[in-house]
């Protein structure tokens, strides 16, 4: 696939120095419109390409904790907690990590064995937590982790898979969890969600995640009758939403912000706004397959309305490949969509094209990168 498929698009490098913004891949230069204020770079200093988040944050072990971009961007997790090693891949006892999380005080735990751990039931995590996969591939199946009343949670290179149950989710995060980092996980085969956030949680930021195999992916905001779910914030970014049918997310009442996903072959929508959602969707590549409408709009009535509305959803310089249809909704909820940049002021975000397309395959979900020192 060529640039000019992607030849409608206008994106940039949010920050507070304008001078920190990287112009896009030199390939796809030419197939993009400049916003407005965007300042025009010399060709020769264009990178070949797209610049990823995080650079810094395999470096050492710890330089990973408040390295969040987004409404997550504050999660320290066990930054200032003793190292825990998981020595055994058992659901429960000495050395496994259900003792880790359920800890009162601060840790950041790491693998010294990689396997399956078949978790019997949810695996509850408690405040300030780190759960650090890098340098073992740890998978875990049957149930999932929950973070329920929980703050400053990081989980980090892990696998979920094969989650059986009523209500079963791959990472549950409800109720009232805050400050919460969710990096470089591969999730597939819940029979509930991949990841759910509900009951006003909040501040929570998603990124470089691998969703495969699965129905209902992500659901952000419980349903019509949780009306405090309006203070949910969550920042969604450069993760690969691999041929799951819906939910990529579906929202309730809350803030998101997606930038940098590539979601291709929906089975049914890409991203939905239900009641008083409120969505921007900023250079995300969206490709159809038999199925094309990439963003739908439910009405719900919220408990404490009269009226029955959906949310709005704002996009700018989305790619919509594979005669995938936006189907977005104009009108005055648009206007009052929020701005990212009233939240945070800088994020890693490039235009959508073909190279950060092969970037995000390559690099969402779990990675077979080294544990860093702890120094």
Known sequence: MGASSFSRL????????????????????????????????????????????????????????????????????????????????????????????????????????????????????????????????????????????????????????????????????????????????????????LIDITRQSTDITVSRCHFARHDKTMLIGADPTHVGDRCIRVTIHHCFFDGTRQRHPRLRFGKVHLYNNYTRNWGIYAVCASVEAQIVSQCNIYEGGEKKTVFKYMPEKAADREETAAGSIRSEGDAFLHGALPCLVDGPGVESV???????????????????????????GWQPVPRPPDC
Request: a negative charge; hydrophobic letters at 35%; aromatic letters at 8%.
């Open 10 to 193: 206008c994106c940039c490098w949010i920050s507070s120095s304008p001078a920190s913004r990287p112009p896009p891949p030199a390939a796809a230069a030419a197939a993009y419109l400049p916003c407005p204020h965007m300042e025009p770079q010399p060709e020769a200093h264009r990178p070949s390409q797209p610049r990823l988040p995080y650079a810094d944050a395999d470096r050492t072990l710890r330089a990973l904790a408040a390295g969040a971009e987004g409404f997550g961007r504050h999660a320290v997790g066990g930054l200032h907690g003793a190292l825990y090693h998981v020595t055994s891949l058992q659901d429960d006892g000495h050395g496994t990590l259900r003792e880790a999380c359920r800890a009162t005080e601060p840790l950041w735990i790491v693998f010294e064995v990689s396997g399956t751990i078949h978790l019997q039931t949810y695996l509850r995590v408690s405040s300030h937590k780190t759960i650090d996969g890098r340098g073992q591939r740890v998978k875990l199946a049957g149930k999932g982790l929950q973070l329920k009343d929980c703050h400053h949670v990081i989980v980090c290179n892990l696998e979920f898979e094969g989650g059986r149950g009523h209500d079963v989710d791959g990472i549950q995060i409800k109720p009232n969890s805050t400050n919460i980092w969710i990096d470089r996980c591969s999730l597939a085969d819940y029979d509930d969600g």
């Open 338 to 364: 929020f701005r990212p940049e009233d939240y945070y002021d800088k994020w890693t975000m490039e235009p959508a094209s073909p190279a950060l397309k092969e970037v995000i395959q390559l690099c969402a």
